[in-house]
């Protein structure tokens, strides 16, 4: 275990008992998971539903996959699904337009997209892109928006360069293989990936992001958060005792994760390893971090900077306030959750 989980036992040791959920009737939750298929990203997820931790809180948790996080919040904005989790990228654009749409649980501070040079490569930082080929994974990526605020920050734009979408799996490695590419924009668990196939990496990410970004979260409408309160802290609080236990123990819950998907994690190193870089980006629960879980430590600045690349990417036209995009209101009830019991 990392220092950067260690304070996990403290603040289980802190927590208050919920009593015996287990005798409740389940009642349906409705999940959008904003991508096709089950992934090491959020191995926390399905090791949770796999383990009976929302079961414990009387949640029948269905989950039910999407095309991405667009597709996953207009579910939400239809009232087909109750909540979506994932990168936070497209919140802004639909707040922009009315729909009553907010974060109500926040666990990444980072972003989830970095910036990687081939080792091989005579290009080894943005300023050198200029006339390069950057791989992305489709040209509808949350990836190119970060990527531009890379390129401002390097004196650079989007028209420098030229972005190839190179797809995931093996169509993305012979790319790279065939050199067909300069420079790779991606998220964080894919580069894991590629390096187990041979890909060596300097990895950069903007010492501006990485000091603060609202990257991943769980969203709702508000009147559904607030008219079926209870149910809501409820998922919330299993969704805690979820992470918890797959930040305490990646391995055991890459096993879980691998009961409840065995199609998906056949490979469980590699899976742990993924869902190991991930935890990078989530921040510290107990001293020396935040105190409550669903909470950044500077919410302010993690939101203002996400904003400032929806701005530049010509996402959103207006900066909605924090307010509008986040609300703790819930925080306070779901960290009266019992970790103390967990695996």
């Known amino acids: 275990?990392?220092?950067?989980?260690?304070?996990?036992?403290?603040?289980?040791?802190?927590?208050?008992?919920?009593?015996?959920?287990?005798a409740q009737t389940l009642e349906k939750f409705r999940?959008?998971?904003?991508?096709?298929?089950?992934?090491?990203?959020?191995?926390?997820?399905?090791?949770?539903?796999?383990?009976?931790?929302?079961?414990?809180?009387?949640?029948?948790?269905?989950?039910?996959?999407?095309?991405?996080?667009?597709?996953s919040t207009s579910l939400v904005a239809s009232g087909a699904v109750d909540v979506s989790s994932g990168g936070l990228e497209a919140l802004p654009s639909?707040?922009?337009?009315?729909?009553?749409?907010?974060?109500?649980?926040?666990?990444?501070?980072?972003?989830?997209?970095?910036?990687?040079?081939?080792?091989?490569?005579?290009?080894?930082?943005?300023?050198?892109?200029?006339?390069?080929?950057?791989?992305?994974?489709s040209l509808g990526s949350g990836s190119v928006n970060v990527l531009q605020f890379?390129?401002?920050?390097?004196?650079?734009?989007?028209?420098?360069?030229?972005?190839?979408p190179?797809?995931?799996?093996?169509?993305?490695?012979?790319?790279?293989?065939n050199k067909e590419i300069d420079a790779l924009m991606y998220h964080d668990t894919g580069f894991v990936n590629f390096e187990a196939n041979g890909i060596q990496f300097n990895m950069y990410s903007s010492p501006k992001l990485d000091a603060g970004y609202a990257g991943i979260g769980v969203w709702a409408l508000e009147s559904a958060y607030k008219g079926k309160r209870d149910l809501f802290v409820r998922f919330l609080r299993a969704y805690t005792k979820s992470l918890a236990y797959a930040a305490?123990?990646?391995e055991g819950a890459t096993k879980a994760f691998?009961?409840?998907?065995?199609?998906?994690?056949?490979n469980p190193k590699l899976e742990e390893a993924m869902w190991r870089e991930r935890m990078k980006i989530m921040p510290v629960v107990g001293?020396?971090?935040?105190?409550?879980?669903?909470?950044?430590?500077?919410?302010?600045?993690?939101?203002?900077?996400?904003?400032?690349?929806?701005?530049?990417?010509?996402?959103?036209?207006?900066?909605?306030?924090?307010?509008?995009l986040f609300t703790p209101e819930l925080i306070k009830d779901v960290n009266k959750v019992d970790l103390s019991k967990l695996p």
């Open 31 to 71: 999940f959008a998971y904003s991508s096709n298929v089950p992934g090491a990203d959020s191995t926390f997820l399905f090791a949770g539903k796999e383990l009976g931790f929302f079961k414990e809180e009387g949640i029948d948790l269905e989950i039910q996959p999407s095309q991405g996080i667009v597709a």
């Open 166 to 177: 190179v797809g995931s799996g093996q169509s993305a490695l012979a790319a790279m293989k």
């Open 248 to 250: 305490r123990d990646p």
């Open 1 to 22: 275990m990392t220092s950067r989980w260690i304070a996990l036992l403290a603040l289980a040791a802190a927590s208050v008992p919920l009593g015996d959920a287990t």
């Open 287 to 324: 001293p020396g971090g935040v105190s409550e879980w669903g909470r950044l430590k500077d919410e302010k600045t993690a939101f203002e900077n996400l904003l400032e690349v929806q701005m530049l990417s010509g996402l959103i036209k207006t900066k909605p306030p924090l307010d509008a």
């Open 258 to 266: 691998g009961r409840l998907h065995p199609e998906v994690a056949k």
């Open 150 to 164: 890379l390129l401002k920050e390097a004196g650079l734009t989007q028209k420098d360069v030229t972005l190839i």
């Open 94 to 137: 639909f707040i922009e337009k009315k729909v009553p749409v907010r974060a109500i649980y926040l666990y990444g501070d980072k972003t989830m997209f970095k910036l990687g040079f081939f080792k091989d490569s005579p290009i080894q930082k943005p300023s050198e892109l200029k006339g390069a080929k950057i791989g992305i994974l």
